[in-house]
């Protein structure tokens, strides 16, 4: 009986951490411009349906949110992979940014279907999609991108953004409400175990 009132208490008190560790989570707010050159499969840009290489990529002037530690000019390795958009076929991640001190990387990966339109009038494909974002010592968090692919002449830009506009929603009282059966149930279990 003692053994069996052990395990329970042992089992509510984990369970009780682990909802209060979640109930402390941060999530990702917050959006960042990019932009770079890209190469296409195609020189006519109506014809193209994916990039064969990406160069230049640099963070621009727009931050917000989670991603204000991101000041323009700052170096970083920034790697956006190269990607078609007809049919969908890229990498395990879209863009991925690594900063020169230790420890601190953001990264996006694709984690849905790519839309993608053709602008004719502007010479522009205005491709995008959802992804999942990560930060270090931030909870990985789903969010948008777009990318603007503008040629005018012979040169070919690209621009884009990644938006994480995500607010922390409360969970209805249900974190707190588990986690206050599970003390209320340690209690039980303890007096339980003290008359017997």
Do not use: C
Not at 64 to 84: I, K, R
Not at 153 to 159: D, E, F, H, K, T
Not at 169 to 178: E, I, R, W
Request: glycine share 12%; aromatic share 10%; charged share 10%.
């Amino acid at each position: 009986m003692k053994t069996s009132i052990i395990k329970i208490t042992g089992a509510l008190v984990v369970a009780a951490v682990l909802l209060a560790s979640r109930a402390f989570a941060v999530p990702i707010v917050g959006s960042f411009a990019f932009s770079g050159g890209p190469t296409l499969n195609n020189a006519d840009i109506s014809l193209a349906t994916g990039f064969i290489d990406i160069t230049g990529e640099s963070v621009t002037g727009l931050q917000s949110g989670s991603y204000t530690p991101l000041p323009t000019g700052l170096t970083a390795h920034v790697d956006l992979q190269a990607f078609n958009w007809n049919p969908a076929t890229y990498s395990s991640y879209l863009m991925q940014i690594i900063f020169p001190f230790p420890g601190l990387t953001y990264k996006f990966v694709i984690s849905g279907p790519i839309d993608a339109n053709y602008d004719s009038a502007l010479h522009t494909w205005n491709i995008g999609g959802t992804g999942l974002a990560s930060i270090t010592g931030f909870d990985d968090t789903t969010g948008n991108w777009t990318l603007s692919v503008v040629q005018l002449g012979n040169s070919v830009s690209l621009a884009g953004v990644l938006d994480v506009n995500t607010s922390s929603l409360p969970d209805g009282g249900t974190t707190a409400l588990l986690l206050g059966l599970g003390l209320v149930g340690m209690s039980l279990a303890v007096r339980r175990f003290k008359k017997a």
